[in-house]
């Protein structure tokens, strides 16, 4: 997981030493960091529609769709549909001539374009259900990926990791290593037996029936004599006191399961073609003041393009007599079964939320757990981004819930984020433009805001390294200059990066061209454009080359993907 992290801090301070190219005083490449406009207090919402068959449709425009904040109508300000293609390989990227060691030959086979990272949750799975579910997973793995998917797998204990390669024996042998590890828990049953769920309306709802419950379950334990005096309220005290322990034991693995959520949601970002993770749990507890965590989990997985489905690792849930566990009075039992129902429908609440609020798929209720790691390692082929601006935001941290409707299409099935929590501060302006440029360098969307003509070189400097050349050709017809002091003035960021076979990032650089052009020069340059050369070091091997464009003054962006094979 850590190394999703290293990734983003090569990209923040990656900013290489830069050649000039034109006049000193006209054109000047240097190292800066970008500053991409951004609007900070944007909600993005996936949604995708489907058919009473189940198809995904693709055809929608904005006017077909209406958005609520809190019941108000929400003006759509960005709107963008998905789409998600099989074998979507790299574009061949030709070189120019006069390379003495030319990369004309096509782009390897099978290069990756989908990626699927496998989630288990070993903190909150039992044995039985981790067991079926890991069965499940390999039968998937080896008879469903695609040469060109590349899989990962990944825990919530963080103990087992495999990252993304398209080598089955690996997978197999990560899989074999899942067992549960609970992180605060104890693994034997406790008696009482209080869930996250019942010690939250103990310690903070105050529910007296979950109180009245947990009692029951102390009095039992203990051996108390209920028809002592004072036994009652010791049986009360001892309840409660266990309860808090449970919930500060079960918050921790709540939390660390959030994180490391969001850890492989931003391993994913940094992968460069489809992005599915895959969560297999039975669900977890979210405290109420966990829910802000959620929701940036959330935004950031949906400004990423990852794609969370999930699945029930319980399979099938059904609620009845367990022989294994201690039998209290008709009253208690009755209440103890409800809690542990009402436990399993608020666990299963988080998976649900993930799934919807990302535009991915929820199996449950299915013990076929095969078909559900097959259903959900497949991306619908088509779903659609809504943006809104809410006015007058309060950073207060409420919950706002949002409605998305049809309208005149209202027999099609939708699935749409249910809302989000108000920040409590804005991110730094500075920060949201490294993201920005990071995550368009780590997407495969090609843009064509400005014409870039993408070619590639390569020679080799030795016998196991070599370097690429990128060379990005802009054509500036399409720029806007701003005038001041009479020069036409503009800032372009060209950043380029390299990633292997399996979609690892290994190098990257920015360049910063700024323009003040005087009016004849910009004349002469329209029809010339400009030629921007970025040098990486490597090693012999097959790469994918990824060329991202920005200016400034007209907030235009282009990217576009090549691949180079260095024998």
């Known amino acids: 997981m850590a190394?999703?992290?290293?990734?983003?801090?090569?990209?923040?301070?990656?900013?290489?030493?830069?050649?000039?190219?034109?006049?000193?005083?006209?054109?000047?490449?240097?190292?800066?960091?970008?500053?991409?406009?951004?609007?900070?207090?944007?909600?993005?919402?996936p949604v995708v529609v489907r058919d009473r068959q189940g198809r995904a449709i693709g055809n929608l425009t904005r006017q077909d769709f209406q958005l609520f904040d809190?019941?108000?109508?929400?003006?759509?300000?960005?709107?963008?549909?998905?789409?998600?293609?099989?074998?979507?390989?790299?574009?061949?990227a030709k070189p120019e001539g006069g390379v003495p060691e030319g990369?004309?030959?096509?782009?390897?086979?099978?290069?990756?374009?989908?990626?699927?990272?496998?989630?288990?949750?070993?903190?909150?799975?039992?044995?039985?259900?981790?067991m079926r579910a890991r069965d499940a997973a390999e039968r998937h793995m080896r008879e469903d990926l695609r040469p060109s998917d590349r899989a990962a797998v990944l825990t919530t204990s963080g103990q087992v990791v495999t990252d993304f390669t398209d080598?089955?024996?690996?997978?197999?042998?990560?899989?074999?290593r899942l067992m549960p590890r609970p992180i605060a828990r104890q693994t034997t049953q406790q008696c009482p037996d209080i869930s996250l769920y019942q010690a939250d309306m103990i310690v903070n709802k105050h529910e007296q029936q979950a109180l009245a419950a947990a009692t029951s379950e102390v009095a039992v334990c203990q051996s108390m004599d209920m028809s002592q005096p004072g036994m009652l309220q010791q049986a009360q005290q001892m309840a409660q006191s266990f309860a808090q322990q449970v919930l500060s034991q079960g918050q921790h693995e709540t939390r660390v399961s959030l994180a490391v959520l969001m850890d492989a949601v931003m391993r994913m970002a940094s992968m460069p073609g489809q992005r599915n993770l895959v969560l297999a749990s039975p669900g977890f507890y979210m405290l109420a003041e966990d829910r802000e965590d959620e929701t940036r989990l959330l935004d950031r997985a949906i400004r990423a393009n990852v794609i969370i489905n999930t699945l029930n690792a319980r399979g099938l849930y059904t609620l009845g007599a367990d022989a294994s566990k201690q039998t209290y009075s008709?009253?208690?039992?009755?209440?103890?079964?409800?809690?542990?129902?009402?436990?399993?429908?608020?666990?299963?609440?988080?998976?649900?939320?993930?799934?919807?609020?990302?535009?991915?798929?929820?199996?449950h209720n299915n013990n076929d757990l095969y078909q559900g790691f097959r259903e959900l390692a497949t991306l619908p082929e088509f779903y659609y981004l809504l943006g809104f601006q809410p006015q007058n935001l309060k950073l207060d941290g409420s919950f706002h819930v949002i409605k998305v409707a049809l309208g005149a299409k209202a027999d099609y099935a939708l699935q749409a984020r249910r809302g989000y929590y108000a920040p409590r501060r804005l991110e730094d302006a500075a920060e949201l433009a490294k993201r920005e440029i990071q995550e368009a360098l780590f997407s495969r969307e090609e843009m064509h805001d400005i014409p870039v003509e993408l070619q590639t070189q390569f020679f080799r400097t030795g016998q196991d390294t070599a370097t690429v050349a990128v060379l990005a050709h802009l054509d500036l017809k399409r720029i806007r200059?701003?005038?001041?002091?009479?020069?036409?003035?503009?800032?372009?960021?060209?950043v380029?990066?390299?990633?292997?076979?399996?979609?690892?990032?290994?190098?990257?650089?920015?360049?910063?061209?700024?323009?003040?052009?005087?009016?004849?020069?910009?004349?002469?340059?329209?029809?010339?454009?400009?030629?921007?050369?970025?040098?990486?070091?490597?090693?012999?091997?097959?790469?994918?080359?990824?060329?991202?464009?920005?200016?400034?003054?007209?907030?235009?962006?282009?990217?576009?993907?090549?691949?180079?094979?260095?024998?």
Request: hydrophobic share 40%; proline share 3%.
């Open 330 to 363: 008709v009253a208690a039992q009755n209440i103890k079964d409800r809690m542990e129902h009402e436990s399993a429908m608020a666990d299963e609440d988080l998976l649900a939320e993930l799934a919807v609020g990302t535009g991915g798929r929820y199996f």
């Open 496 to 567: 380029s990066g390299l990633f292997d076979r399996n979609g690892n990032y290994v190098t990257g650089l920015t360049k910063t061209i700024e323009f003040r052009l005087k009016d004849e020069t910009l004349e002469s340059r329209l029809d010339k454009g400009i030629t921007v050369r970025t040098s990486l070091g490597t090693k012999p091997g097959t790469y994918m080359v990824r060329l991202v464009v920005r200016d400034d003054e007209g907030q235009l962006m282009s990217a576009a993907n090549g691949a180079v094979d260095i024998p």
């Open 481 to 494: 200059f701003k005038k001041a002091d009479g020069r036409n003035v503009d800032k372009v960021t060209v």
């Open 3 to 45: 190394r999703g992290l290293v990734v983003t801090s090569v990209l923040a301070i990656g900013w290489g030493a830069l050649a000039q190219t034109g006049s000193q005083n006209e054109i000047a490449q240097h190292d800066e960091v970008a500053t991409f406009q951004s609007h900070v207090n944007l909600v993005m919402v």
């Open 70 to 92: 809190k019941g108000k109508p929400q003006a759509i300000t960005r709107f963008t549909v998905e789409k998600w293609e099989a074998g979507g390989a790299a574009n061949e």
């Open 103 to 130: 990369s004309e030959r096509p782009p390897a086979a099978n290069m990756p374009d989908r990626y699927v990272g496998y989630l288990f949750d070993d903190v909150h799975t039992n044995a039985g259900d981790l």
């Open 167 to 176: 080598d089955l024996s690996k997978l197999h042998q990560t899989l074999l």
